[in-house]
């Protein structure tokens, strides 16, 4: 029976010892802020909503020739809005990374309320999408410039090496009546010092509101901007951009009518389409050197306010995904921005816009953890925490104030197909655009079963959660907190202050590892000498937790 026992003791020991390759990696219940997450991998065809033990509550299922284009939102009415495309792309007149095609409604339970499409010889939709308080969707669309088209407003021919130009423009659409409501186009707004015949000459650094035609990006391949994300404003009514081949994001009023969107007078600025603002890398308008440049091909730029209290410290501020700022690794940043409502205008510190400096920067605490040269994502949540997705690797993470990783979960996909427990990913196979966790009272989830069980990976960890969930409700009478947990160091458990409490800790067999009458709401174990495996934690003789050591 003894060596049955330590045979026993050994596996469970070695199970819960070794660390999950896919899926949730880790998980500090009272850390994290509790929701559930929705992602949309690419290389196959559906959204699917996890909770944070990594298990599937909801998935709205697509045709398996489908993939996404690349962003799906989940609407408090528990609608999703869903861009994709074929997974097929031989022969589109169109095509480079981040390409879409369709804008999608649909239900909670996947029917489909309403489809917009444009992919054609000379447009295409891609990226990302933005809904407005009034329902509309706002889009980023390619459209094709031929070389000639492209020479005669400015461009060099010397950075036309596909024959072709794909300049961005953005439509505002209204699902109700599947009219363009709204359209402003960067065409409509360029400068150029290369051609004095031209309408558009002019110094490029005396004209920061406008576009320089000939800034050289993507090896001067017909791709040029990539913008690959996009954000509105509700109370300043004005659009967001990222502009990640520029190294900046930009600001656009949306006050404008599409005719005054076309040029530079009109709106509450005053200045029509032009930019409002830019920052980010200011020699792409000739106002700086190398050493200004602030943005490295950055991602997920947006206002931070959805989903937040406005009291959050960071509520208003910009945040975004900064991805190549070292050789090895990336970051996410907040900053803050001047506008003046009564001007109508972001003030310039001389030649530029400020700020000078990020307020916030974000790494990984083992920096080169959080390297993605494209993709990726920030969220702020209501706890303080952060929520960043290396979109390259499939790797989410939540980040406490202390800088502390409290969950991660790693996309279990390999080239589309669901990954097995043990498997370990390279770099690209699982790419995921972003990561956006909505909280339990979310509207979505009223009336709704989110019941868990389902795993997207193969061999799933099903027993993960269940060894450091609580069990009890006395948790919740106790406000009592355990942490970390895993731990393989000190374990802290805290309760209500000015509470005495019997506090034991007992192995698998029931056998009493750890007892003592504690007071002042607060104690720290010391767990380095115990084994491997997992334990129950009672407070005046009723089992509350459950501890893994490691």
Not at 172 to 179: A, K, L, S
Not at 331 to 338: E, Y
Not at 398 to 417: C, D, H, I, K, R
Not at 520 to 531: K, P, V
Request: hydrophobic share 35%.
């Amino acid at each position: 029976m003894k060596k049955l026992y330590f045979f026993f003791l050994l596996v469970f020991s070695l199970t819960l010892g070794a660390q999950n390759t896919v899926g949730l990696l880790s998980y500090q219940p009272t850390e994290t802020f509790a929701g559930y997450n929705l992602i949309y991998p690419h290389n196959q065809p559906n959204v699917y909503l996890i909770d944070n033990c990594g298990e599937v509550v909801h998935v709205w299922e697509d045709e398996p020739d489908w993939r996404p284009g690349n962003t799906a939102y989940l609407l408090d009415d528990g609608r999703l809005v869903k861009t994709k495309r074929q997974a097929s792309v031989a022969g589109n007149p169109i095509w480079a990374g981040g390409g879409g095609a369709i804008v999608e409604i649909r239900s909670w339970d996947n029917e489909l309320l309403w489809s917009f499409e444009r992919n054609d010889e000379n447009n295409r939709l891609h990226h990302d999408i933005a809904m407005t308080p009034q329902g509309t969707i706002l889009m980023i669309v390619w459209e094709k410039k031929t070389m000639e088209e492209a020479m005669a407003i400015g461009r060099s021919p010397f950075l036309l090496s596909d024959g072709e130009l794909w300049p961005d423009y953005v439509i505002e659409v209204d699902p109700t009546t599947d009219e363009i409501v709204w359209e402003w186009h960067v065409w409509d707004h360029l400068v150029q010092d290369i051609v004095p015949e031209l309408s558009n000459f002019d110094a490029v650094g005396s004209r920061p509101e406008r576009v320089n035609v000939n800034w050289e990006t993507n090896d001067s391949g017909a791709d040029w901007m990539h913008t690959n994300s996009i954000d509105f404003d509700p109370l300043n009514n004005q659009v967001i951009l990222s502009v990640p081949t520029f190294h900046e994001f930009w600001i656009i009023d949306h006050s404008t009518s599409t005719e005054q969107a076309a040029t530079s007078n009109g709106g509450l600025s005053g200045r029509g389409g032009d930019l409002m603002y830019r920052w980010g890398n200011p020699a792409a308008y000739q106002q700086g050197t190398e050493a200004d440049q602030k943005l490295f091909y950055q991602h997920d730029v947006h206002i931070i306010d959805d989903l937040l209290p406005v009291t959050h410290p960071y509520y208003g501020k910009m945040a975004l995904f900064n991805n190549r700022v070292g050789a090895d690794f990336s970051t996410a940043n907040v900053l803050s921005l001047n506008f003046d409502m009564y001007a109508g205008e972001y003030p310039m510190t001389g030649s530029t816009w400020g700020p000078s400096e990020f307020d916030v920067v974000l790494q990984h605490p083992e920096p080169t953890q959080l390297y993605s040269t494209g993709l990726s994502s920030i969220q702020f949540l209501p706890n303080g925490n952060a929520l960043i997705m290396d979109g390259r690797h499939g790797y989410a993470f939540e980040l406490s104030p202390g800088n502390e990783v409290v969950w991660e979960y790693l996309v279990p996909l390999a080239g589309g197909q669901p990954a097995t427990q043990g498997d370990i990913l390279e770099i690209n196979n699982n790419l995921t655009f972003r990561m956006t966790r909505y909280p339990l009272d979310y509207g979505a989830f009223t009336d709704r079963d989110l019941t868990g069980e389902v795993w997207i990976e193969q061999s799933p960890d099903s027993t993960f959660c269940d060894f450091i969930l609580p069990t009890n409700e006395l948790m919740t009478n106790y406000q009592l907190e355990i942490y970390p947990n895993p731990t393989n160091g000190q374990l802290t458990i805290e309760w209500e202050g000015g509470m005495m409490i019997e506090l034991r800790l007992l192995d698998l067999l029931g056998r009493t590892v750890y007892q003592s009458k504690e007071s002042g709401g607060r104690c720290y174990l010391s767990a380095a000498d115990w084994h491997a495996g997992m334990y129950i934690v009672q407070i005046n003789g009723v089992s509350v937790s459950k501890v893994v050591v490691r």
